[in-house]
């Protein structure tokens, strides 16, 4: 452990001089305007935070401190047999801003292998619950729980001087993820395989070993893992659950009440939720026009209908991308690969096909092609995980790399606490008519 966050302080420091000479020299410079609609509609648009670990390019979609996925999927390390990039090392490169070696990917599975240890009490307040509960609930539960292992909030408690809270942050966000893949699969055999858990295996890397206590034992499962959690690690810092995940972090809550929130923000059907909604919307096509094969015609008239009861497409639009993204593209590419003959792969390549003409149609959608979550469930469903419910916890636990990486970010160059301002429509009334009003919050 000590070697990584050696490297790492000396990275942090490094970037926390060069950003002081930055803002010395910089500081007061504009870098936009604010429209009164955007603060009615989203902040779309608007600059306002500092992420490090990734950008997203809205034509190109995400890149990884500069790669993007087509790169990282030639460049991170691979498992041994495998073709698929170890989250591992995605972890690594948003972290410390370079590609690791493969011995820095091996350290890493080894740390988190090490610090994989869940408490019984986690599981016991994940029982307390109905087997009725969703899996999200469940996972945040389980994430709560696991907060009495925080050395941050313990640290804090004793007493520590701010230059180090970093530290702290650091251990935790390690034995966070570390743990989340035995959490998520205790909810996975608890819910859907009659609590008929698997224990870890100690010589499998992390997205292995979890694929491994899901009951998954196929290598290509695993591979599907290792690639599922790496394309879902980050998007930059504006989407809800990293945003959430900074914000609390901001009032120095401890990592695990950070992750916690950001969960919750991602259990949102708009959000991360929208991976179990596709697989769902589908499911119900399939039923109501009894074929598990439909063709684009049906398809079409079926989103018409979806549209004409003012719901939204599940898996198509985004806030930031106008292009398909390229996660969704890296998961058709695995598809193509291992299962092209696949009915349920097959259609959701054939909506790829109709739906962004429709969505384009209606003149409004910024954005009429598919996101990642467009995808990811067909996928599951091929190798039999078919429990929908449970898809956005996978998401979080990969989540948990960009969003926890990002916070030991935050905590090193000591972002303080995050408080912009609002206002009233009253006030802007006010304003509008010319009076003086204090719309700045100066
Ligand atoms: N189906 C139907 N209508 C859609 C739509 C879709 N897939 N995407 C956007 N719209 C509608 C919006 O609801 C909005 O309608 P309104 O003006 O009547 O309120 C209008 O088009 C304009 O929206 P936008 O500016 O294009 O999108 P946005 O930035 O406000 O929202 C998103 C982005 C993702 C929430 C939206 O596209 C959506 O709801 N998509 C479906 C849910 C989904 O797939 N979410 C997952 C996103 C990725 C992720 O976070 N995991």
Not at 90 to 106: H, K, N, Q, R, S
Not at 174 to 192: E, H, S, T, V
Not at 198 to 213: E, R, S, T, V, Y
Not at 407 to 434: A, C, H, M, Y
Request: net charge neutral.
């Amino acid at each position: 452990m000590g070697i990584l966050k050696d490297r790492f302080k000396a990275k942090a420091d490094a970037a926390a001089a060069e950003i002081k000479e930055i803002l010395k020299e910089n500081g007061t410079k504009k870098i936009g305007e604010v429209q009164l609609s955007q603060i009615y509609q989203g902040m779309r648009g608007m600059t306002g935070l500092v992420t490090e670990t990734s950008y997203l390019d809205p034509q190109e979609g995400i890149r990884f401190r500069g790669y993007s996925i087509p790169e990282i999927q030639e460049k991170l390390p691979k498992a041994k047999n495998g073709n698929e990039p170890l989250p591992e090392g995605l972890f690594y490169l948003i972290l410390m801003g370079e590609l690791p070696t493969e011995e820095d990917v091996a350290h890493a599975t080894s740390i988190w292998q090490r610090r994989s240890h869940v408490p019984n009490h986690v599981f016991a307040a994940i029982d307390a619950l109905p087997l009725t509960a969703h899996p999200m609930t469940m996972f945040v539960t389980g994430i709560m729980a696991l907060q009495t292992e925080s050395n941050f909030a313990k640290r804090y408690a004793q007493g520590m001087n701010k230059k180090d809270y970093w530290d702290p942050v650091f251990d935790d966000a390690m034995d966070l993820i570390a743990r989340l893949p035995r959490i998520g699969a205790y909810i996975y055999r608890r819910k859907y395989k009659n609590s008929d858990h698997i224990q870890p295996n100690g010589l499998l890397d992390w997205a292995g070993n979890l694929a491994h206590m899901l009951g998954y034992s196929d290598e290509s499962f695993k591979e599907l893992m290792r690639l599922y959690m790496t394309i879902h690690a980050d998007h930059e810092g504006g989407n809800v659950s990293a945003h959430t995940t900074h914000l609390v972090g901001s009032a120095l809550s401890d990592p695990y009440l950070c992750l916690a929130a950001g969960m919750n923000g991602l259990a949102g059907p708009l959000h991360g939720l929208a991976n179990q909604e596709v697989i769902k919307w589908i499911f119900e096509m399939q039923k109501e026009l009894n074929t598990d094969l439909p063709t684009k015609d049906q398809i079409a008239d079926y989103v018409q209908k979806t549209l004409s009861e003012g719901k939204v497409v599940p898996g198509y639009g985004h806030a930031v991308l106008r292009k398909t993204d390229p996660r969704f593209t890296a998961q058709m590419g695995f598809g193509k690969k291992h299962m092209p003959d696949d009915k349920l792969v097959q259609t959701v390549w054939n909506i790829y096909e109709a739906v962004p003409p429709i969505l384009q149609s209606l003149g409004k959608i910024k954005n009429p092609w598919p996101n990642v979550d467009a995808h990811s469930g067909s996928l599951l469903v091929h190798y039999g995980l078919k429990e929908y419910e449970f898809y956005t916890v996978l998401f979080g636990i990969s989540r948990s790399l960009g969003v926890m990486a990002s916070l030991i970010w935050d905590r090193v160059l000591s972002f303080p606490i995050e408080r912009p301002k609002s206002v009233t429509t009253e006030l802007v009334k006010r304003w509008l008519k010319g009076e003086e009003v204090d719309i700045w919050g100066e």
